[in-house]
């Protein structure tokens, strides 16, 4: 914590320093939320809070500043929790334990929560920095983004008083944000039925490993290796030159992050363990070779294992692997209107075993409703070809650019203004909340920015030290400059 606040702007970092104390993964904000909210009464700021938990503070202008529009500026409590298997880490319970690397602001074996806890802790920042010059504030700090922009989804009309709206979970310096992907989870529920273990048979976990992974939707374009997608084609081949059995698999832990390591239990003939660890090392220089440009570290190894009870019948497991294997995943469709975006994409997030019941989630974006509905008739597809049951939800439209949008100009002629040359106005290929933020106020101007994160929703994650003092200057000239109420 002593590290984090040697750095500038002080005040930002020691805020971010005392959130990485507190554990607040989706859907476990309360303890953040309720911090917050001390904190708001200790400097008497008003406060509301709804009936999801989102919260809500306003701040009078400063001196001078009473006639200028008012502003809301936002972020999101929750964080996404992923730690290296070895890591042990509680995210209930246990602390973010950042870290100084070079320009960069890392975690120990975890994602370190910089998405959004840099934008929370710059919120905070403008709240109680009395030097900070600003109109009618309110800052919005809402819950359960990761997880499903909860949060989002139940904000009410006539809550929000301001008309401008700056957004603070961009993850790219110099990038000015006006449009975002809307989303939705297609989940394949596959029933299973079993049968008793074959006498001759070996048991055998099967484990992939050593990929990167990363944000479902800003790295996508990267082709980083997806362990759910690797690992169901690893078997669908198995079963080809063995006869293999399935007991179990298990892959990922979020929707929205590129899994990592993925495994099933799987059983052979004793006879052939020779071929079969001959087969894997095979399997694994594939890999290598593969991804050595994207994922070097990939792992493949099958381990003796204790003995599974039952396996799946031939017959479910033929439909369960020929239906994982055409679940699709990756960039499926780049933009044609705005060069270099992705347009469609969609991430087979997690894989779960669970009794009787197998269900393989994958998470859509797109920035047009058309790609949306396109992925959702193919994974019904699949599921109808394969036998399973497709639930979908969560579905959101896309921001849709808005190129004469004030609050845009003004970020970025402040933009101009302190680091001498032109952002990027961008459009992103991730679930930003603005989406749906319009669904209950239409008239909102808004923008989003940030500093630079990389390799967000993995243990990876890391944020630039340089471009969050850059940030930060950019957020606190933006709201100096925010012009008077037109008459």
Known sequence: MTMLTGLLPSRLWNFFAQICQIPHPSKREDALRNWIANLATAEKLRLKKDQKGNLLIRKAATAGMESCQPVILQAHLDMVPQANADSGHDFSR??????????????????????????????????????????????????????????????????????????????????????????????????????????????????????????????????????????????FRLQQHFPLKISTLNGGTLRNAIPREASAVVALPLSQRAEFAAWCDDEAQRLKQEYRHIDPAVQLTGSPCPQAEQVLTAATQHRLLAGLTAIPNGVIRM?????????????????????????????????????????????????????????FSGDYSGWAPDPD???????????????????????????????????????????????????????????????????????????????????
């Open 335 to 391: 933009s044609h209107a705005i060069k270099g975006v992705v347009e469609t994409s969609t991430n087979l997030g997690v894989i779960k075993t669970d009794g009787g019941q197998l269900s393989a989630v994958s998470f859509v974006r797109s920035l047009t409703d058309e790609g949306r509905l396109h992925l959702r008739s193919v994974f019904a597809a699949v599921a109808a070809l394969s036998h399973a049951d497709a639930v």
């Open 94 to 235: 246990d602390p973010i334990q950042p870290y100084i690397d070079g320009d960069w602001v890392r975690a120990k074996g975890t994602t370190l929560g910089a998405d959004n806890g840099i934008g929370v802790a710059a919120c905070l920042a403008v709240l109680t920095d009395p030097t900070v010059k600003h109109g009618p504030l309110e800052v919005l700090f809402t819950v359960d983004e990761e997880a499903g922009m909860g949060g989002a989804f139940a904000l009410q009309p006539n809550w929000l008083e301001g008309k401008i709206l700056i957004n603070t979970d961009a993850e790219q310096d110099g990038d000015i944000y006006m449009g975002c992907a809307g989303g939705l989870e297609a989940r394949l529920n596959f029933t299973l039925d079993f049968e008793a273990l074959p006498e001759g048979y070996q048991t055998y976990q099967l484990q992939l490993s050593g990929l990167q992974g990363g944000h479902s939707g800003l790295d996508i374009h990267e082709d980083r290796g997806n362990a759910n997608q690797i690992l169901c084609r690893i078997l």
């Open 405 to 487: 949008s004030s609050v845009m100009q003004i970020v970025r002629q402040q933009h101009q203004r302190l680091f001498g040359h032109q952002a990027n106005i961008m459009v992103i290929h991730a679930g930003l909340e603005c989406g749906l933020f319009k669904k209950a106020y239409p008239d909102l101007d808004m923008v989003s920015v940030g500093p630079t994160i990389k390799g967000a929703h993995s243990p990876d994650e890391r944020v630039s030290v340089s471009s969050t003092e850059r940030f930060w200057h950019l957020l606190t000239a933006t709201l100096a400059a925010i012009p008077q109420h037109q008459s």
